[in-house]
């Protein structure tokens, strides 16, 4: 996942630098609100919320392994949903099935849909 880098228009950052340090600051302003793209920004907001109800509801150990497990922010609004359905068995289940839990977790909604 790149969601920083995705969020950042590196040619838009460049021209402000170029132009900030030409001394041209009115054009650097003008570009600078180029800089951030919108919608990865708003994925990247979203997988932060998701982490951060984990941290808080697990702490650093389980947030720590969703961040190795985790392919995509999909990935992380799953295992926040799981988080919050297992509560405090929610490690021993990343521990025994991993990233298996996520496949279980994909066909248990599809069987009950």
Do not use: E, N
């Given at each position: 996942m790149r969601l920083a880098?995705?969020?950042v228009d590196g040619e838009a950052l460049r021209a402000t630098v170029t132009l900030a340090t030409a001394g041209d600051l009115a054009a650097a302003?003008?570009?600078?609100?180029?800089?951030?793209?919108?919608?990865?920004?708003?994925?990247?907001?979203t997988a932060a919320a998701d982490l951060g109800i984990v941290a808080k509801?697990?702490?650093?150990?389980?947030?720590?392994?969703?961040?190795?497990?985790?392919?995509?922010t999909a990935d992380m609004g799953r295992f926040t949903r799981m988080s919050a359905r297992f509560g405090n068995g929610f490690r021993g289940?990343?521990?025994a099935l991993g990233a298996l839990a996520l496949t279980l977790a994909g066909l248990t909604v599809t069987l009950t849909s």
């Open positions: 880098g995705d969020a302003l003008a570009t600078l609100k180029g800089v951030l793209r919108p919608a990865p920004l708003a994925t990247l907001r509801a697990q702490g650093y150990r389980v947030t720590a392994d969703v961040l190795k497990l985790s392919t995509s289940l990343l521990a």
